[in-house]
């Protein structure tokens, strides 16, 4: 079975602070996805990783692959209160394998 | 626009009785619809995928009689939650990949409370 462990399982920062949320997988994944899920809402996708090591930037997140396609990590930036939300990553494979999420709070 | 389409996005039951769960494609062919399922603060669990035209294929755990899928159009999967019980009270999401593979789109997902 594949898991994917995020990691802080919840995080809760003033608004205007720096995070890092991480990925990390024993398995290799051909790429991987972030979503952002609010209350009572479905998953909207991010971003997709498909290189090791790449680096993608959507405005103030950034995320990257990890060279061995194991892991990932997303780092925001001066918080702002419409990023709270759930953060999952996704491994893609035969199916989409969902990590155990992140959920963030900005306090304004 | 949303790609898919979920409906109801809440649901109340009584204990025992069955409940429909719909996921439509909207302006698009879906072949391949997935179900998840949801329990509160927690990450999203594949149930099973709908195929149309053909039997789903259910994760290990996900009793097949429990959840009845049916996808009899390429617009059209629907979940049935038989014999609700206060346990199966969960959020309930579908998604289709639009048969490119890697993007999944998702629908808003439904609440269901079984009193």
């Known amino acids: 079975t594949q898991l994917l462990e995020q990691s802080p399982q919840f995080l809760s920062i003033q608004e205007g602070e720096n995070l890092t949320v991480y990925c990390n997988s024993s398995s290799v994944f051909s790429s991987l996805q972030w979503y952002r899920q609010e209350p009572g809402e479905g998953p909207v996708l991010l971003v997709t990783v498909v290189t090791g090591g790449e680096v993608k930037k959507l405005k103030r997140l950034t995320f990257q692959f990890g060279d061995a396609r194991k892991d990932s990590s997303l780092h925001i930036t001066a918080a702002q209160p419409g990023d709270t939300g759930l953060y999952l990553c996704?491994?893609?494979?035969?199916?989409?394998?969902f990590g155990t999420g992140t959920r963030l709070t900005i306090i304004p | 626009g949303a790609v898919v389409s979920q409906h109801p996005s809440w649901v109340i039951c009584k204990s025992g009785t069955s409940v429909k769960i719909e996921c439509r494609s909207l302006?698009?062919?879906?072949?391949?619809m997935f179900w998840y399922r949801q329990f509160p603060k927690q990450s999203l669990m594949l149930m099973a995928t709908s195929n149309e035209g053909s039997k789903a294929t259910y994760e290990q755990g996900v009793e097949k009689d429990k959840f009845l899928i049916n996808h009899a159009s390429l617009t059209l999967s629907t979940l049935t939650v038989t014999s609700a019980h206060p346990e199966d009270s969960s959020f309930y999401i579908c998604?289709?990949?639009?048969?490119?593979?890697?993007?999944?789109?998702f629908g808003a997902g439904t609440r269901l409370s079984v009193l």
């Open positions: 996704a491994g893609v494979g035969e199916k989409l394998t």
């Open positions: 302006d698009f062919q879906a072949t391949t």
């Open positions: 998604s289709t990949d639009l048969g490119v593979g890697d993007i999944q789109y």
